[in-house]
């Protein structure tokens, strides 16, 4: 089984060189950069399953580079930062961050969100393989694609998990907690407005109306479900 790849990109020496001492001994394969356009470079030619993204960088902020590196793929990104404030986590999660970890931060934690995250590259089983259709809205989970008025949606990783999680129970509610708990794999410690953010995100690109949403609904007081109606009119 082939080993996963993992870019670290801070400027600071000292954390970047830890991170990278420990994930080298956990059987990653690593390589790290200092800056954004080294990191760019180095995702080109290294195609890493997942990128530890901190925020602050000399030439580029974090959150551009989020943007940059998950329109070329599907990357997993940790975002990596000394800020503590709420609406930074938003940002970074609307940005198409998989996970948001602040400094000071222990290894331990941080191989565990790494792993967790990692796990979502796992196999679908033969029941999670069939392409989901409804009306022009098709979902592919082996080429994790999603296609609407066949032209292909741009997905982040999280956000194709979320949907085709979603789109696989239809017209069963979810408490954003069982959300969290069934897609991000792990128990999440941090505001549950994380999931807000990506069900906007997905609402953007797969909805008519957005304050009026056809497929993911909002159930107030519980969390959301997916509907399927016979006919779906999705965006031109």
Not at 38 to 67: H, K
Not at 75 to 100: H, N
Not at 125 to 149: G, H, M, W, Y
Not at 212 to 233: C, D, H, M, N
């Amino acid at each position: 089984m082939a080993q996963d790849k993992i870019l670290v990109v801070d400027d600071e020496g000292a954390i970047r060189n830890l991170i990278h001492r420990f994930l080298g001994k956990q059987d990653y394969l690593v390589e790290s950069a200092e800056d954004g356009k080294s990191a760019l470079a180095m995702f080109e030619s290294f195609n890493p399953d997942l990128v530890i993204l901190d925020v602050n960088l000399p030439d580029v902020t974090g959150y551009s580079l989020c943007q940059e590196m998950q329109s070329r793929t599907n990357v997993f990104i940790l975002m990596l930062t000394s800020r503590m404030d709420e609406s930074d986590k938003v940002r970074a999660f609307s940005q198409g961050a998989d996970d948001y970890i602040t400094k000071p931060f222990s290894l331990v934690e941080l191989g565990a969100r790494i792993g967790a995250i990692l796990k979502r590259k796992r196999p679908v089983t033969t029941a999670e393989q069939q392409c989901l259709t409804f009306s022009n809205l098709v979902i592919d989970p082996v080429r994790r694609e999603v296609k609407l008025n066949e032209d292909l949606v741009l997905l982040t990783a999280l956000e194709f998990d979320l949907l085709h999680f979603l789109a696989r129970n239809p017209g069963r509610v979810w408490r954003r907690s069982d959300l969290i708990q069934q897609v991000w794999d792990y128990e999440y410690v941090g505001d549950q407005r994380v999931v807000d953010v990506h069900i906007g995100q997905i609402r953007k690109k797969i909805e008519i109306d957005t304050s009026q949403p056809a497929l993911i609904q909002t159930v107030r007081g519980v969390g959301y479900k997916f509907e399927a109606p016979e006919s779906v009119q999705g965006k031109t």
